[in-house]
């Protein structure tokens, strides 16, 4: 079992900026390719952003791609998304997970966060 737990989202105007993390616990944090998803109210959660286990490798949805950024530090069991120049349709509540396999999407992913509440206001 891997134990996800989100943090920083919050409310933010327009073209600001926030940094997400997720603190992982239970099993080996570096043998897991961890990726951020959002669900807006209404619509089905899809996919942000992945980094592979050793960091090196990332993709990003086509929507996030030059403002986002995904990062994690094995050593603190710690992936970040960094999100800037944030829109109204970022709004989201994001969540984080971790699979042994470097995919992108969400019915592959074996372990989830709660989530935590992005609001951009325009």
């Known amino acids: 079992q891997v134990q996800l737990v989100e943090s920083g989202g919050g409310l933010v105007q327009a073209g600001g900026s926030l940094r997400l993390s997720c603190a992982a616990s239970?099993?080996?944090?570096?043998?897991?390719?961890m990726g951020w998803f959002r669900q807006a109210p209404g619509k089905e959660r899809e996919f942000v952003a992945v980094?592979?286990?050793?960091?090196?490798?990332?993709d990003y949805a086509d929507s996030v791609k030059g403002r986002f950024t995904i990062s994690r530090d094995n050593a603190k069991n710690t992936v970040y998304l960094q999100m800037n120049s944030l829109k109204p349709e970022d709004t989201a509540v994001y969540y984080c997970?971790?699979?042994?396999?470097?995919?992108?999407?969400?019915?592959?992913?074996?372990?989830w966060g709660q989530g935590t509440q992005v609001t951009v206001s325009s």
């Open positions: 239970g099993r080996t944090f570096s043998n897991y390719a």
């Open positions: 980094i592979s286990m050793s960091g090196i490798r990332t």
């Open positions: 997970a971790a699979d042994p396999n470097y995919v992108t999407d969400v019915e592959r992913y074996a372990y």
